[in-house]
């Protein structure tokens, strides 16, 4: 069993700044790809941002210029600077992780944080 715990959401004021960790534990052999997605009311869940073992990332292009994901691989740890909210930014965000549960094989399986919310309002 993987169990992802997210921590770091809140209430912020257009222009302020976030930081969302989320750390992941249980059995597994490697977390290959760890991310955050976000969803607003009445919409689908989108990708923000996602960051493999080696570095490689991959943002949306509404928060490329104002977020930044890091990691730290030996913690399963998973972390997003948000600079510069917007009330647009306003959603839930959730972590995402792509899990190898055993070494030596291929196949991953995705998992997802319970979410926290974040509000960007004056």
């Known amino acids: 069993q993987v169990q992802l715990v997210e921590s770091g959401g809140g209430l912020v004021e257009p222009g302020g700044s976030l930081r969302l960790s989320c750390a992941a534990s249980?059995?597994?052999?490697?977390?290959?790809?760890m991310g955050w997605y976000r969803q607003a009311p009445g919409r689908q869940r989108e990708m923000v941002a996602v960051?493999?073992?080696?570095?490689?990332?991959n943002y949306d292009s509404s928060v490329r210029d104002r977020f930044t994901i890091s990691r730290d691989n030996a913690k399963n740890t998973v972390f997003l600077q948000m600079n510069t909210l917007k009330p647009e930014d306003t959603a839930v965000y959730y972590c995402?992780?792509?899990?190898?549960?055993?070494?030596?094989?291929?196949?991953?399986?995705?998992?997802w944080g319970q979410g926290t919310q974040v509000t960007v309002s004056s």
């Open positions: 960051m493999a073992t080696g570095g490689g990332s």
């Open positions: 995402y992780a792509a899990v190898r549960r055993r070494a030596f094989t291929a196949s991953t399986y995705e998992y």
């Open positions: 249980g059995s597994f052999a490697s977390v290959p790809t």
